[in-house]
Structures are given as C-alpha cells and as structure tokens.
Nanobody, 127 residues
Framework: QVQLVESGGGLVQAGDSLRLSCAASGRSFAANTMGWFRQAPGMQREFVGA????????RYADSVKGRFTISRDNTKNTVYLQMNSLKPEDTAVYYC????????????????????WGPGTQVTVSS
C-alpha cells in the first residue's frame, strides 16, 4: 500500500506559478513511477506528467509541456509539480498517483495503470 497526500493548490491569476507537493508513505516510494493527473468539472481525468522511479525520465502531456516540471526527492518521499505560466484552462483538481509500471512501458499516461491515488488538491486559475 502507498498513501499519497497532495498539497499546494490554491487560487492564482493567469500567468502565475504554483508548486504542488505529494507526500507518500507506505511501501518503498522509490519503487514507484509517480504521475500527476487532473480533472476539471464535467471532464475525464487526464494525464499531466510522470516521473520515473529515480527521476531521470519525465513525460508530459502536450498541453503542459514547457510550462510544468515534475521532480521528486526520494529522501523525502515527495514528488513535486512546478506549474508556471498558468492558464485558466489549467483549472482542475490535481491528483498524484503511484504505479509500479515503468516509464519505458509506455503505459504511464493511463490512469487505469495507477492503483494508488491521493485525494487531490484544487487549482483555480482566474483570467
């Protein structure tokens, strides 16, 4: 079991930055690929990005590439999502998730591959 808790969400203006954190507890954090997903009202949950077990490889959705950065600190069992140049369309509940599926498998973008999820944190970007 892996327990995840996100923090750092809030209300910001377009163009602002925000950093989300996801603290993990339970089984070995470093054994998991960590992903970030988001879900806007009335929309399906969508992939934002993922980082490999030791953080050497990252993948991003095209919609956030160049603006968002994922990093992890395995000594603190924490993964981060740095969000820059935020847009109103980034408004959503953001979730972190953990899986043993590797980045190289090509399945890291699918929410169904992640068995462990945090409760989410709301990010609202005003125009």
């Amino acid at each position: 079991q892996v327990q995840l808790v996100e923090s750092g969400g809030g209300l910001v203006q377009a163009g602002d930055s925000l950093r989300l954190s996801c603290a993990a507890s339970g089984r070995s954090f470093a054994a998991n690929t960590m992903g970030w997903f988001r879900q806007a009202p009335g929309m399906q949950r969508e992939f934002v990005g993922a980082t490999s077990r030791i953080g050497l490889s990252t993948r991003y959705a095209d919609s956030v590439k160049g603006r968002f950065t994922i990093s992890r600190d395995n000594t603190k069992n924490t993964v981060y999502l740095q969000m820059n140049s935020l847009k109103p369309e980034d408004t959503a509940v953001y979730y972190c998730a953990a899986t043993t599926v590797t980045i190289d498998s090509g399945r890291y973008y699918s929410a169904s591959e992640y068995p462990y999820w945090g409760p989410g944190t709301q990010v609202t970007v005003s125009s």
